[in-house]
C-alpha cells in the first residue's frame, strides 16, 4: 500500500472510484426522495411503484450489474448501480418519515394558513430529516460495496474495481489486500465526512435537530 501511495496513477484511480460513488449516492438521494414524495402524495402511483422496490431489493447485485454492462457503458455503469441499490433505501426511508408527520400539526399549519414553503421548512422537513439522515448512513457502506462490485465485474479504466480484478487474476495478493484496505478507509472518511456535512448544514437551516442522529431505518 505504501509503494502504491507514492506513484500518482493510485491517486488518480481512487479518484475516478471516489468520484462514480459520490455521483451514484447524490443521483439516488435525489430519485429517491422524489419517489418518496410521490408514492406518499398519490395511491395510485404507489400501487404502480411499490412493487418495483420490492423487486430492487430482491434481485441480487450481480445480476443487475450483468444486465447492465449489455445497455451502459463501462464508465457510467458504477454509478448506475451505486444508484439503483441505494434509490430503495433512501425511498422507503423517507416514506416512513412523509408518514410519521404527525396530523395535528398538518391541521395547525392549515389553521394559520401557512404557505406551501412555510410547511416545507418548518413542518415537513424538521419531521423527515431525521429519517433522511438514518437513510443516508444506512446506504453509503452499500453504496460502496455496489460501485467497486459494480467495477470489478465490469473493468473500466481508472478503477480500483478494476485494480482489484487484476490483482485477482495474476495472483497478487499483497495487492488485492492493499486496494481492499483502501475501500474500506475510504468509505469511512466518506460516510463521516458525508454524515457530518450533511448534519451541519440540517443544523443551519434549522431542519434537523439533536433527534436527527438517532438511526430510525
Given at each position: 500500500l505504501i509503494e502504491l501511495a507514492t506513484t500518482s496513477e493510485f491517486w488518480i484511480t481512487a479518484g475516478y472510484s471516489l468520484l462514480r460513488v459520490v455521483l451514484g449516492i447524490l443521483v439516488s438521494l435525489i430519485i429517491g426522495s422524489l419517489l418518496a414524495v410521490?408514492?406518499?402524495?398519490?395511491?395510485?402511483?404507489?400501487?404502480?411503484?411499490?412493487?418495483?422496490?420490492g423487486v430492487i431489493k430482491?434481485?441480487?447485485?450481480?445480476?443487475?450489474i450483468i444486465l447492465a454492462l449489455l445497455w451502459l457503458e463501462r464508465d457510467s455503469l458504477p454509478v448506475?448501480?451505486?444508484?439503483?441499490?441505494?434509490?430503495?433505501?433512501v425511498w422507503s426511508n423517507v416514506s416512513e418519515g412523509i408518514r410519521s408527520v404527525d396530523k395535528n400539526l398538518i391541521e395547525v399549519t392549515?389553521?394559520?394558513?401557512?404557505?406551501?414553503?412555510?410547511?416545507?421548512?418548518?413542518?415537513?422537513?424538521?419531521s423527515i430529516s431525521p429519517?433522511?439522515?438514518?437513510?443516508?448512513?444506512?446506504?453509503?457502506?452499500?453504496?460502496?460495496?455496489?460501485g467497486i462490485s459494480a467495477e470489478v465485474l465490469s473493468t473500466p479504466q481508472k478503477a480500483i474495481g478494476t485494480?482489484?480484478?487484476f490483482s485477482k487474476t495474476y495472483l497478487e495478493t499483497p495487492s488485492l489486500f492493499a486496494w481492499t484496505l483502501v475501500v474500506i478507509v475510504m468509505s469511512i472518511i466518506i460516510?463521516?465526512?458525508?454524515?457530518?456535512?450533511l448534519e451541519r448544514l440540517g443544523s443551519k437551516l434549522g431542519i434537523l435537530h439533536h433527534g436527527g442522529n438517532d438511526d430510525k431505518a
Open positions: 410521490l408514492t406518499e402524495s398519490s395511491k395510485w402511483i404507489k400501487a404502480l411503484l411499490s412493487p418495483l422496490l430482491a434481485t441480487p447485485v450481480a445480476s443487475f448506475f448501480i451505486t444508484s439503483l441499490i441505494v434509490i430503495p433505501i392549515k389553521v394559520y394558513k401557512f404557505t406551501p414553503a412555510q410547511k416545507l421548512t418548518r413542518l415537513y422537513l424538521p429519517f433522511f439522515m438514518a437513510a443516508c448512513k444506512s446506504s453509503l457502506g452499500m453504496a460502496w460495496k455496489a485494480e482489484l480484478y460516510e463521516k465526512l458525508f454524515v457530518f456535512s
